[in-house]
């Protein structure tokens, strides 16, 4: 018997795994290639190719071990379960729920300059709009939260790992795309850096004074 939180995370897969490929489809029949991983170079192809390895080897265990609980298919270290409250599935339905809210209005602000893989030749101006006006990286920041939030909904040592395998790629990977960056776009890029997190950009709220009648 499936439970709200089995639901849950196989229509969110759906709908992210709709939104990757039938935009990548879309693309494709307008004559934009979007998959540009392997057009990338040196340390960033091969981070590139482990976070994609990492991430479809994510959806393929959590798939089975949604829709499959009663088949036992994990080393009994990995299946170990490190939360079991129901205020962690709470708190990672929310995180996982906001981190692909966070998605689509990324894919929405990239339009036709959405790839998969980092393509220079896509390059021609900084995207400072929407998400991208609070996070340098929301797209990579939408991973990271998204497989966050199904460890914390699952509670298994396993989901852990590959969170902290992804967290580790993707930050090393952003580097690296940070860096072309730099070169590419020189002041604009350095201005843009400086005023937007790499991940999350914390806004003071300025409390205007209150003036006293005279």
């Not at 229509?11 to 029949?29: M, N, Q």
């Not at 809210?101 to 400072?128: C, M, P």
């Not at 960056?181 to 003071?204: C, N, P, V």
Request: with cysteine; hydrophobic share 45%; glycine share 6%.
């Amino acid at each position: 018997m499936y439970s709200f939180y089995d639901y849950f995370q196989i229509i969110v897969l759906i709908a992210f795994t709709s939104l990757v490929w039938g935009r990548a489809l879309y693309e494709k029949l307008h004559g934009i290639d979007a998959i540009s991983l392997l057009r990338n170079r040196g340390k960033e192809r091969t981070l590139g190719i482990a976070a994609v390895t990492i991430i479809n080897l994510w959806v393929a265990i959590l798939v089975l071990y949604v829709t499959y609980p009663e088949i036992i298919f994990l080393p009994s270290p990995l299946a170990y379960p490190i939360l079991q409250a129901q205020s962690a599935q709470i708190t990672g339905l929310v995180i996982v729920a906001l981190s692909l809210a966070l998605y689509v209005n990324a894919w929405k602000t990239l339009g036709n300059r959405w790839r998969i893989g980092h393509d220079e030749r896509s390059l021609s101006y900084i995207v400072k709009d929407g998400a991208y006006s609070i996070s340098r990286n929301p797209i990579y920041l939408f991973y990271d939260l998204y497989l966050f939030g199904t460890f914390l909904i699952n509670g298994t040592v396993l989901f852990l790992i590959l969170t902290i395998c992804l967290f580790t790629t993707l930050h090393y990977l952003i580097l690296e795309e940070e860096r072309v960056l730099a070169i590419r776009h020189g002041q604009d890029y350095q201005e843009y850096r400086s005023r937007t997190g790499r991940y999350f950009t914390f806004r003071k709220v300025e409390i205007s004074p209150v003036k006293r009648p005279s």
